[in-house]
């Protein structure tokens, strides 16, 4: 058996997505359809982009869209996994306001932790059927016959998270456009973060434009706290880099968790909460602390 790999996998879904093409009979050729040929045009546009991390792989899939993100406690990085979990928020935030700003009800999504396997080869030429002259066989290397891309061919974090959203409010998700996380992503993140020490790069000397003079090493050490916010709970995260804790990153999740017990599958979701991008990312360069006027200031400059 191949390697088990440890990974993150979102699956987004555009809600109300078949009812357009139930109108028009499954065909393009119709108002309908064609507005929701559309729709989908815009949401293209903006749910992928250069600022998307390298580790993660996306699929796109009709209407629906997903993102693996393999996670290696070894090598990871609290800044790659953090920044890959800010881009999920923000894609879900973006892709839902523009798709309701055209009137549809926009992105359900749901995060989940699992492992996958590969199982073969990602793309498989015609050529490895067929046998011809040369003169054919480049012809034949550029037919691929089978996509399988080796981050989804066994991947149950994907299977969970595909299992969950199409369930929707038959285990308690909210029919209209939501981001929900797995309990188990929140305690893996929580886990490698807290009361740990990394290694890192950080800015010193930050100029009012958030420019640092110079780039130094440190030992940063991280803590998670999970606060009490009335019906919510805030994952905290702070960093100290020798200099004090920071705030570095916080979000914010429903107390109430949604649990699941069907299939063999039991696990239990909190639904994201507080808006289109529920959290706050504190400019990782400066070692400075920042009040809730400036947080909100440095929010709107990040891309």
């Given at each position: 058996?191949?390697?088990?790999v440890k990974t993150f996998c979102v699956w987004s879904d555009?809600?109300?997505?078949?009812?357009?093409?139930?109108?028009?009979?499954?065909?393009?050729?119709?108002?309908?359809?064609?507005?929701?040929?559309?729709?989908?045009?815009?949401?293209?546009?903006?749910?992928?982009?250069a600022g998307s991390p390298l580790e993660e792989v996306a699929l796109f899939l009709n209407d629906g869209i997903a993102r693996v993100y393999d996670f290696d406690p070894e090598?990871?990085?609290?800044?790659?996994?953090?920044?890959?979990?800010?881009?999920?928020l923000r894609y879900h935030g973006t892709i839902s306001s523009v798709d309701r700003q055209s009137g549809f009800p926009g992105l359900r999504t749901v995060l989940c932790f699992g492992e996958r396997i590969k199982m073969g080869s990602s793309l498989v030429?015609?050529?490895?059927?067929?046998?011809?002259?040369?003169?054919?066989?480049?012809?034949?290397?550029?037919?691929?016959?089978?996509?399988s891309p080796a981050e989804f061919q066994l991947n149950l974090a994907f299977s969970k998270a595909y299992y969950l959203e199409q369930k929707g409010s038959k285990i308690g998700l909210e029919r209209n456009s939501a981001f929900y996380i797995e309990e188990a992503a929140v305690n893996v993140i929580s886990d490698f973060?807290?009361?740990?020490?990394?290694?890192?790069?950080?800015?010193?000397?930050?100029?009012?434009?958030?420019?640092?003079?110079?780039?130094?090493?440190?030992?940063?050490?991280?803590?998670?706290?999970?606060?009490?916010?009335?019906?919510?709970?805030?994952?905290?995260?702070?960093?100290?880099?020798?200099?004090?804790?920071n705030l570095y990153y916080a979000f914010r999740y429903s107390k109430k968790p949604i649990q699941v017990d069907e299939n063999g599958l039991k696990t239990c979701v909190h639904k994201i909460?507080?808006?289109?991008?529920?959290?706050?990312?504190?400019?990782?360069?400066?070692?400075?602390?920042?009040?809730?006027?400036?947080?909100?200031?440095l929010i709107k400059k990040l891309p």
């Open positions: 058996m191949e390697k088990i555009l809600l109300g997505f078949s009812k357009p093409f139930a109108d028009g009979n499954w065909s393009f050729d119709n108002e309908h359809s064609r507005r929701n040929v559309a729709r989908l045009s815009n949401v293209w546009q903006v749910a992928h982009s090598s990871e990085t609290p800044g790659n996994i953090l920044v890959w979990l800010d881009r999920m030429p015609a050529s490895d059927y067929i046998v011809e002259p040369s003169e054919f066989q480049q012809k034949l290397q550029q037919k691929i016959c089978v996509y973060l807290h009361n740990r020490c990394f290694n890192e790069w950080v800015g010193k000397d930050v100029s009012p434009d958030e420019i640092p003079s110079q780039i130094v090493p440190v030992q940063s050490r991280y803590a998670v706290t999970a606060m009490d916010v009335g019906d919510d709970l805030e994952m905290r995260i702070t960093r100290d880099t020798g200099q004090g804790a909460v507080g808006g289109e991008i529920p959290l706050e990312f504190v400019n990782p360069w400066a070692n400075v602390k920042l009040d809730k006027d400036a947080r909100a200031d």
